[in-house]
């Protein structure tokens, strides 16, 4: 009987943990200065939010397009001209699939940081301070994950370029001129 | 007239509206339509597309932001010579040239700073 009941408290003990640990976790770094700024500031950091919001989407539509273009317009049709004068353009090929891949990273990332953003804004920041610095914070990662993919993808532009100079010397003496 | 088709006449008389063809004919016309609009509406996001559409109510404010982008880009049939390299390498810098300067997405615009919300400071 008394097995029966030791095991019932550690049960209850176990679920209590459980359900209080991420509660916990999930508050913590946010002292209650922070709580009472953030519900006195509330109206200005929703603003704020909204403003972020409305000036990513066009930068996030014109980057879009530029990276696009790259790849399409540039990288691609390198590699096919220099493919149909058969050269080995493999390096080429390779790192235009990464900028792909990237680029498509880039633009899961983004979707995810939109949508994360739309629900943090949507989040009453008087009445639910804490959950709106949790989902605050996880859209900050969301941010870092995309500003990450943008600067990948600033790496493989580069590389492809040098490739090109590379190519250039390799084949042709005086390799490409570079402004 | 015969008995026949008087009682065909009482049948089709006596049918209410909701079970006339007509009725279902345009009931079933709107849930099509309605599925068909949903199942769109979900590509259209799930895809990514609407963050993209910048004919969007909630961008018409930022519409003016939007580059219209006419790059024709580089042929890809001709030959392969030191110019094509350099003709290429001019558009190549000048179409990266947007994208390699700027920090985009940085997280110092949603710091606790830039949001009012640090009070190590105060």
Not at chain 2, 24 to 39: C, K, N, W
Not at chain 2, 78 to 95: A, I, S, W
């Amino acid at each position: 009987m008394i097995y029966k009941y030791l095991r019932f408290v550690c049960l209850l003990a176990v679920a209590a943990v459980l359900v209080v640990l991420p509660v916990h976790a999930q508050s913590e770094g946010l002292t209650t200065e922070q709580i009472a700024t953030i519900k006195q500031n509330c109206r200005q950091i929703s603003a704020t939010l909204s403003q972020i919001r409305t000036n990513d989407a066009p930068v996030y539509i014109n980057k879009n397009q530029t990276y696009f273009s790259i790849g399409d317009k540039l990288m691609a049709r390198l590699n096919s001209r220099l493919t149909l004068n058969s050269y080995d353009a493999s390096d080429l090929v390779r790192t235009s699939s990464d900028y792909n891949h990237e680029l498509q990273n880039f633009r899961t990332q983004y979707k995810a940081y939109e949508e994360l953003l739309s629900d943090t804004i949507h989040t009453d920041c008087k009445r639910d301070t804490e959950r709106f610095y949790n989902k605050l914070a996880s859209t900050r990662d969301a941010r870092g994950r995309v500003h990450e993919s943008a600067m990948k993808l600033r790496e493989f532009i580069s590389q492809y370029g040098n490739q090109v100079q590379t190519f250039g010397q390799q084949h042709f003496s005086k390799g490409v001129d570079s402004e | 007239m015969n008995s026949d088709e008087v009682e065909h006449a009482h049948e089709h008389i006596d049918k209410p509206w909701y079970s006339s063809e007509l009725f279902f004919f345009i009931a079933g016309s709107l849930v099509v339509s309605l599925v068909l609009v949903a199942v769109s509406m979900f590509i259209y996001v799930a895809s990514g597309a609407s963050l993209l559409d910048s004919s969007r109510p909630g961008y018409l404010s930022v519409q003016k932001d939007i580059s219209d982008t006419t790059f024709k880009g580089f042929p890809s049939t001709g030959d392969v010579n030191q110019g094509t390299l350099d003709d290429f390498n001019k558009l190549y810098q000048k179409q990266i040239k947007s994208v390699m300067g700027d920090d985009v997405f940085s997280g110092a615009a949603m710091s606790d700073q830039a949001l009012g919300i640090d009070i190590s400071n105060e």
